[in-house]
């Protein structure tokens, strides 16, 4: 067999896929994903980049907010996809850039706000993508993150990062809210605030938007049936295989704006 990169890994994973993710509902709606968008209110004469743009529901939201908004992703399909909804929905203030989380195609400070949604648990390092995102930032800007995170404990985490990898070979990892923290804060990014969200994953809907194997798809339902009680009602697995997650947004900005601010 070939050896693939992950990034190649990533982008064919995604690429082929790519209509399933805009037409996602977890995806397309929900309260996390008002609460990233929500930040850029603040922005009207503002330049967003959204990082690892995916089927691009965060920058269509965010459009209506802002001056303009980039998408960024390592897949030309989703951009090609995004690139053409925007067309369709007559957002004009709409490019997209091809690119990886950890060498952005973009000048230092080129933007005012920072959102990334369901996109760090497929970076390489996590801690390169952060850098990255506060080096495209600007003094006074923001960044703000959504991703799911691990419960922490190993026994919880251990069932979580096992499914995901077998429904999703690109996965890397979920981290916990602590690492988190502190690879936001080796990135120079101060945290202002934190909110939790607890997402259902319909189990078909899951499995079907990354065309999972069956013999994959089959693993999974037999370790789901294999854990103890204590991991099943964490992540209140059902019958059906359907289960919950947890999400969590960070709110950042840049620690030496926070330093130059007035006491």
Same mark, same amino acid.
């Given at each position: 067999m070939a050896e693939v990169s992950h990034e190649r890994l990533v982008e064919t994973q995604f690429g082929a896929r790519a209509n399933a993710y805009v037409e996602s509902k977890v995806?397309?709606?929900?309260?996390?994903?008002?609460?990233?968008?929500q930040l850029a209110q603040d922005y009207p004469h503002g330049r967003v980049l959204d990082l690892?743009?995916?089927?691009?529901?965060?920058?269509?939201?965010?459009?209506?907010?802002?001056?303009?908004?980039v998408a960024c992703d390592l897949s030309t399909d989703m951009l090609d996809l995004v690139a053409e909804i925007g067309q369709r929905r007559q957002i004009k203030n709409l490019t997209t850039q091809?690119? *990886?989380?950890?060498?952005?195609?973009?000048?230092?400070?080129?933007?005012?706000?920072?959102?990334?949604? *369901?996109?760090?648990?497929?970076?390489?390092?996590?801690?390169?993508?952060?850098?990255?995102?506060?080096?495209?930032?600007?003094?006074?800007?923001?960044?703000?993150?959504?991703?799911?995170?691990?419960?922490?404990?190993?026994?919880?985490?251990?069932?979580l990062q096992a499914v995901e990898l077998l429904r999703d070979p690109s996965h890397v990892r979920d981290y916990s809210r602590a690492e988190w923290e502190m690879a936001l804060a080796a990135a120079r990014l101060v945290c202002e605030k934190t909110e939790r969200f607890r997402v259902k994953l319909n189990f078909a809907e899951w499995i079907?938007?990354?065309?999972?194997?069956?013999?994959?798809?089959?693993?999974?339902?037999?370790?789901?049936?294999?854990?103890?009680?204590?991991?099943?009602? *964490?992540?209140?697995?059902?019958?059906?295989?359907?289960?919950?997650?947890?999400v969590v947004l960070f709110v950042t900005r840049r620690l030496d704006a926070?330093?130059?601010?007035p006491d």
């Open positions: 995806h397309a709606q929900g309260a996390d994903l008002i609460a990233l968008t690892g743009c995916g089927g691009g529901h965060v920058s269509f939201h965010a459009a209506t907010h802002v001056q303009e908004v091809k690119g *990886y989380a950890e060498s952005l195609p973009f000048a230092d400070g080129a933007f005012d706000l920072v959102l990334s949604r *369901y996109s760090a648990h497929h970076w390489r390092d996590l801690g390169a993508g952060l850098r990255e995102a506060a080096r495209v930032l600007k003094t006074d800007g923001r960044a703000g993150f959504v991703d799911v995170i691990s419960p922490g404990p190993a026994l919880l985490d251990s069932f079907e938007r990354m065309k999972t194997p069956p013999v994959q798809e089959e693993a999974i339902r037999a370790l789901q049936q294999g854990i103890s009680g204590d991991v099943r009602d *964490y992540f209140e697995v059902r019958a059906d295989g359907s289960f919950c997650i947890d926070v330093r130059l601010s």
